[in-house]
C-alpha cells in the first residue's frame, strides 16, 4: 500500500526540488526503433522510458513484495514460545515441529485482490501522470 500510496500522491503539489521520476525526450529511428543521436535515416521523438515500461517496470516491482513476503519467519518463531499466552503449550509444539517455516502459505500471491487493486490504482497514477510528457510530443 505504501508503493500505491507514492504514486497517488504524485497528484500533490511539489513540495522538493528532486523527482521521483524521470522521463526523458529521445530522438528514435523510426525503421528499427532504437534510440539514437545521428540523423541519417528517419526519425521521430519519443517518451524514454515509455509508459509501458514503466508499467512493466512496476510489475517485477509487485513481483519482488509478493515474493519476499513468503519468506518472512513466522509470528510464533520471532516472538518464541510465550507467544500465544495460555495456548503456549501449542505454540511451542509448533515450534518444535515447523522450526523452519516460513509465512508461504500465510502470505500474499499475485491473483490477491489487495495485490490486483494496488497494481490497477499504479497504473492509473502512472497512465495520468504520463499524459503531462506525452503532451510534449504532439503535433
Not at 500522491?9 to 526540488?17: D, G, T, V
Amino acid at each position: 500500500m505504501a508503493l500505491v500510496d507514492l504514486f497517488e500522491s504524485l497528484k500533490q503539489p511539489n513540495k522538493s526540488e528532486y523527482s521521483v521520476f524521470v522521463v526523458n525526450v529521445r530522438v528514435m529511428k523510426v525503421k528499427s526503433g532504437d534510440i539514437t543521436t545521428e540523423f541519417s535515416e528517419p526519425v521521430r521523438a519519443c517518451l524514454q522510458p515509455d509508459l509501458s515500461e514503466f508499467k512493466s517496470t512496476m510489475s517485477h516491482c509487485i513481483s519482488s513484495i509478493v515474493a519476499a513476503s513468503r519468506g518472512f519467519a513466522r509470528p510464533e518463531q520471532i516472538i518464541g514460545p510465550s507467544f500465544g499466552g495460555q495456548n503456549s503449550e501449542m505454540i511451542a509444539n509448533m515450534l518444535t515441529s515447523s522450526r523452519h517455516k516460513r509465512m508461504n502459505e500465510s502470505s500474499v500471491t499475485l491473483t490477491d485482490s489487495i495485490v490486483v487493486d494496488s497494481t490497477n490504482r499504479i497504473n492509473t497514477a502512472l497512465a495520468e501522470h504520463f499524459q503531462g510528457p506525452a503532451l510534449l510530443l504532439e503535433n
